[in-house]
């Protein structure tokens, strides 16, 4: 992971900073072994001091045992934002991370860029005659200054197969869980989600909240119900069912759960009927009509349809990716 401001850190981006550190850092044995080797690499020389920040400043002075050199060989390299200077003032980014990121790109790397990354990996034109994202307040200066990118601002993260994007903050963390699911399987991914209380998956093409506020509802009454719906996917639910489980009337229980969710109660049923078969692609070696049944999606041919249009690929290129053991 790229460090690309080594000195005066503001706090406001140590969200973006710490969301790799949190998915990829920590190494959990017991959901996959071996883990991911998290290195954070600063655009300075490694391992010196970078000095006390000025007086009147706010922020903090990282350290990094690894420099931009050590991007080379990379299997993934993130880029969790660059300095707001770069982004509001157009000051350059430095030569030499540019020249580092497509060094890595040119070498086969996964390039990941979180909120205002973005304007890293398009500088260094990764992202030309790419779909990309980045955090909503910024996608206007992003289209402005790469004409070559398509900057989709209304979604959570772009995965574009070797290139992925995602928008501000919270947006960043799916991106990380999205690929730790493309990399270990929807069953690591659900579970390190469950250990971080955050929702297992959030599909990428979920809009952006702009300009809305947050919800006042308090979503935690809906909990029994999700959880009433998750231990029933194979059957044939509905919005009525849902309502009748919560106690409310079905035009509350859509109300509540798009506002917690983000999506509709029949999307929201669709999602976890994905996960579903994901899991149990990965995890026995039924047949895909059987798998369509257990999940609710019904017939092979309607869980192919779903499954391609959600995941990208069909179910048995899935399997493939996720061989029993």
């Not at 140590?14 to 883990?35: M, N, R």
């Not at 500088?123 to 030309?128: M, Q, R, T």
């Amino acid at each position: 992971m790229v460090v690309t401001e080594e000195i005066h850190v503001p706090s406001w981006d140590l969200y973006e900073l710490s969301i790799p550190c949190t998915v990829f850092g920590k190494p959990q044995p017991d959901l996959a072994e071996p883990w991911y080797d998290l290195r954070l690499c600063g655009t300075g020389v490694p391992g010196q001091d970078p000095g006390t920040p000025a007086n009147g400043t706010t922020g903090l002075s990282l350290h990094t045992r690894y420099g931009l050199a050590d991007l080379a060989g990379a299997d993934t390299v993130i880029v969790p934002s660059v300095p707001d200077a770069c982004v509001d003032e157009g000051r350059p980014l430095p030569p030499e991370l540019i020249t580092a990121l497509r060094h890595a790109y040119d070498s086969g790397a996964r390039m990941v860029s979180l909120c205002t990354g973005a304007f890293a990996l398009a500088e260094a034109g990764i992202l030309d005659g790419r779909r990309a994202t980045a955090h909503w307040l910024h996608t206007a200066q992003l289209a402005a200054r790469y004409p070559k990118v398509e900057v989709d601002d209304s979604v959570l993260y772009v995965d574009d197969g070797d290139v992925l994007t995602s928008a501000g903050l919270t947006a960043g963390l799916d991106l990380c869980l999205h690929l730790v699911r493309r990399d270990l399987g929807a069953h690591v991914a659900n579970q390190l989600a469950r250990r971080m209380v955050v929702p297992a998956h959030r599909p990428g093409g979920q809009a952006q909240f702009i300009d809305q506020p947050m919800p006042a509802t308090d979503d935690r009454g809906l909990a029994p119900v999700l959880d009433w719906a998750r231990e029933r996917l194979d059957e044939p639910l509905t919005v009525e069912d849902l309502a009748r489980q919560a106690a409310m009337s079905p035009r509350t229980l859509y109300r509540r759960l798009q506002a917690a969710t983000g999506v509709t109660p029949l999307q929201w049923l669709l999602n976890q009927r994905i996960r579903r078969a994901q899991s149990l692609l990965e995890s026995t070696d039924l047949p895909v009509s059987r798998i369509g049944e257990l999940s609710g999606l019904g017939t092979a041919n309607n869980l192919r349809h779903h499954f391609l249009k959600q995941v990208g690929v069909s179910p048995s290129d899935y399997r493939r990716a996720f061989p029993l053991a």
